[in-house]
């Protein structure tokens, strides 16, 4: 299996721009999560998903983040508008359940 | 409610002495618990992970931890420390039961001295 792909793996934007960050899960996996990475946070979970459902987006920092997940393979995650404090490496994550994540490489987004 | 704690931010070890990182958990109810390694610019990928069964889990290089209900503990060890053992690794919590929604800890830096 090819594993959890992320696109972009870097992207340079300017304050104010919007950001549109894509996962492919691992085919078969019922559980979908978002996940933003920062020196001074650490790992933070931003929502997940079950079967495309939204279960949980409590972690989202705010009505500027949103993510979908249309069907079972795609999700996005979209920053508008984007703010120097967005800066972070951002992780999709996918599960079949009970804990045992498999996570993507990541996109590292700069906001100037 | 569920949390992991794990105490520092570094540990640095010389090559082939042992490894520990500890671990402690508090859940309301029995755990799943999981050590993930995050190497550079990777993601995180599963070492190893209890779940009810035997409480010593043996995970990939090398890499076991033992569940003590007792001392609510989850603390990672290897024998002998190598170089590429070098990253950082998170300890994580999720009750039997429960959705999948896993509690990360802070994570450790593990530096390996040769």
């Known amino acids: 299996d090819a594993g959890v792909i992320q696109s972009p793996r870097h992207e340079v934007t300017e304050m104010g721009q919007e950001v549109t960050l894509r996962c492919k899960p691992i085919?078969?996996?019922?559980?979908l999560f978002w996940y933003r990475q920062t020196m001074m946070r650490g790992l933070e979970l931003l929502i997940y998903?079950?079967?495309?459902?939204?279960?949980?987006d409590s972690g989202m920092p705010e009505d500027r983040f949103s993510a979908k997940m249309p069907n079972a393979s795609f999700s996005t995650l979209k920053i508008q508008p984007s703010e120097p404090r967005d800066s972070a490496v951002y992780f999709c994550?996918?599960?079949?359940?009970?804990?045992?994540?498999?996570f993507g490489e990541g996109s590292r987004l700069t906001v100037l | 409610a569920q949390s992991v704690t794990q105490l520092g931010s570094h540990v640095s070890v010389s090559e082939g002495a042992l490894v520990l990182l500890r671990c402690n958990y508090s859940s309301s109810v029995p755990p799943y618990l999981f050590w993930y390694v995050q190497y550079p610019n990777q993601g995180l990928q599963l070492l190893l992970k209890?779940?009810?069964?035997?409480?010593l889990v043996k995970g990939i290089n090398g890499f076991e931890a033992e569940f003590k209900k007792s001392e609510t503990s989850f603390h990672l060890t290897k024998p002998s420390a190598h170089m590429s053992d070098a990253a950082e690794y998170f300890c994580a919590v999720n009750p039997q039961g429960a959705n999948s929604k896993l509690t990360f800890g802070k994570g450790i830096t593990l530096s390996v001295r040769p």
């Open positions: 209890y779940t009810s069964a035997a409480t």
């Open positions: 994550a996918s599960s079949l359940g009970y804990g045992e994540l498999f």
């Open positions: 085919s078969g996996h019922d559980y």
């Open positions: 998903f079950n079967n495309n459902v939204p279960i949980d």
